[in-house]
């Protein structure tokens, strides 16, 4: 079978478009209005996040451009995932542990190093305990 180079259907392409189906990517404004619904929950924790419904979540928000964002492939699954934030402040534990690892032999940069770690544990605990209250483990 012959292909021209303009053709959309080679596996590259094919494999690109599956996986943005798959993995919603959110912007800088979606990411604002997760965290306002977020902070909405923490302050009220009668509401649960897992059946909320559009208008609900426009209502919580205060944020019309839900009804643009809701119908997108991930959008709902990501906006309404409710562990998110604990999973990345995980990961970005375990890269600046790596990074301690990588750097440890320069003293000057350990010490402000081991100042990054203990803040990055605080927040962790911290929004840790905020969100063990709001969302069921």
Not at 19 to 36: C, G, Y
Not at 39 to 65: F, H, M
Not at 77 to 100: C, K, P, T, V
């Amino acid at each position: 079978m012959r292909r021209s180079s303009n053709d959309n259907n080679t596996p590259v392409n094919v494999l690109q478009a599956a996986t943005s189906e798959l993995v919603f990517i959110p912007t800088p404004s979606q990411r604002q209005v997760k965290a306002r619904l977020i902070t909405k929950l923490v302050d009220n924790p009668l509401l649960d996040a897992a059946s909320l419904t559009l208008s609900e979540a426009e209502q919580i928000t205060n944020s019309a451009q839900l009804k643009d964002w809701w119908g997108r492939p991930g959008f709902k699954e990501w906006f309404l995932d409710q562990n998110e934030y604990r999973q990345r402040l995980e990961y970005l534990f375990s890269l600046a542990l790596d990074a301690a690892e990588e750097i440890l032999p320069n003293t000057l940069l350990v010490t402000t190093l081991i100042q990054i770690l203990g803040e990055l544990i605080d927040v962790q605990t911290k929004l840790s305990a905020v969100l063990d209250q709001v969302l069921p483990a």
